[in-house]
């Protein structure tokens, strides 16, 4: 899977985790002030990664990244 | 007699299946020994089995006061993760739970939220953040509530309030800067903790330097602002405020300060502290110079019982943790 694939996929995952649309999210979408950070939905899109890519991503980790991007920094660093 | 006394009787009437994945841990194991002879619970331990079987033996237990659950058992963790993915409103699919299964916390938690076991008890090897994280996501949130919470119980000696010497308080130990729907997640957890443990009805203060707009500003437009937000999630409880603390618990305060009909002014049985600031320092002076016994902090906002212990606990705090924990889950029943 290319980056372009990855971050794709990873847009989708926080769409549904977090109830947004798609389209209203990019790479640069930060996590606190733009999604709120309610750590609930952390977990559950901690869990969606899991299912859908294979990859365990501890959630402190993933409560670290600021934006989207970072969060596919990580996920690439464990593929 | 003490409460926990009582609610030692209470377990004896019901002992519920509690899961225990640290059983290698010699005071774990101690301690769920214990509870189990002494009638209070049902143990299962989850992990190695003939480790933990020989363990047993060693330590000088009877091995079939025990149940053991082998977390390498491939047709029991398969019927686990069959019944698992099959509950609604589960997050996680075969392959990842799999993955997690590996690691007795998590198989211990979903034996619980498939209804083989009723709590899930750890907190002596892992940390009170593995057991909060595995529980949001084996167990799930509560769906009232937005946040994992923690609750205490102290027996105040010489203090007589509307459960004798008895308040419940919190949040003391988890959430750190709630905001107004964290801070009334944590009032209405409050709330159905203390019904399933001791069957009260709740009379919930959220607790601030204000009583009823006597101050204003963002620390008591935070607590207000919880406080609407509670009373339209669950109108069927009894949360009130915002009062101070002496308003909140006492009757005489509370008829010159709240100038309204509550249920809850001066007859409170449960405060709701505004932050972690408060809440931690409340209990230390409730402590020290009330000379209190503090029971807890018992984590709430699960879907199920899901209970910690202090690493440092020693056997017999643990065990009363562990029948506190059974009560509330066969009160959530």
């Known amino acids: 899977m290319d980056r372009k694939e990855l971050e794709a996929q990873v847009l989708e995952l926080v769409a549904t985790s977090y109830n947004k649309d798609v389209d209203d999210l990019s790479v640069e979408t930060k996590f606190k002030e733009d999604l709120g950070g309610a750590s609930v939905l952390m977990v559950g899109l901690i869990s969606e990664i899991e299912n859908e890519l294979d990859v365990t991503i501890q959630l402190q980790v993933a409560a670290a990244c600021e934006t989207i991007g970072d969060l596919c920094d990580k996920i690439e660093e464990e593929m | 007699m003490s409460v926990l006394d009582g609610i030692f009787a209470k377990a004896k009437e019901n002992p519920q299946k509690v899961g225990f994945p640290e059983g290698t841990n010699e005071k774990m194991m101690q301690a769920a020994y214990e509870a189990t002879t002494e009638g209070y619970i049902k143990a299962v331990l989850v992990g190695d089995a003939a480790e933990l079987k020989a363990l047993a033996a060693e330590r000088g237990y009877d091995v079939d006061v025990f149940e053991y659950v082998d977390i390498n058992d491939e047709a029991y963790k398969a019927e686990l993760i069959a019944k698992y993915t099959a509950l609604p409103d589960t997050k996680l699919k075969e392959k990842a739970l799999n993955r997690r299964m590996a690691d007795k916390l998590q198989f211990a938690m979903v034996m619980q939220a498939v209804g083989d076991t009723e709590v899930t008890f750890a907190g002596i090897d892992y940390s009170t953040g593995d057991v909060i994280l595995a529980g949001m996501s084996i167990i799930g949130l509560n769906p009232n509530v937005d946040v994992i919470s923690s609750i205490g119980l102290c027996e105040i000696p010489n203090w007589e309030g509307s459960e004798g010497n008895l308040l419940a308080i919190g949040d003391s130990a988890v959430c750190q800067n709630p905001n107004p729907q964290e801070l009334a997640s ?7 903790t203390m019904q399933s443990l001791l069957g009260w009805t709740p009379r919930c203060a959220m607790i601030c330097y204000s009583t009823d707009g006597s101050g204003i500003g963002e620390l008591v ?42 249920k809850v002014a001066g007859q409170a049985n449960i405060l709701i502290w505004p932050d972690l600031n408060v809440g931690n320092t409340g209990v230390k002076l409730i402590q020290t110079f009330g000379h209190a016994n503090a029971y807890g902090p018992m984590l709430q906002g699960f879907n199920k019982v899901v209970c910690d212990c202090s690493r440092g606990a020693p056997v017999s705090e643990i065990k009363g943790n562990i029948v506190i924990s059974a009560v509330r889950a066969a009160g959530l029943k």
Request: charged content about 40%; proline content about 4%.
């Open chain 2, 186 to 192: 944590i009032a209405i957890s409050a709330c159905e």
């Open chain 2, 221 to 262: 437009d935070k607590v207000k602002a919880a406080l609407a937000i509670a009373q339209e999630r669950r109108p069927d409880l009894d949360i009130d405020g915002e009062f101070q603390l002496d308003a909140a618990i006492k009757p005489d305060v509370a008829a010159k300060k709240v100038k309204r009909e509550s």
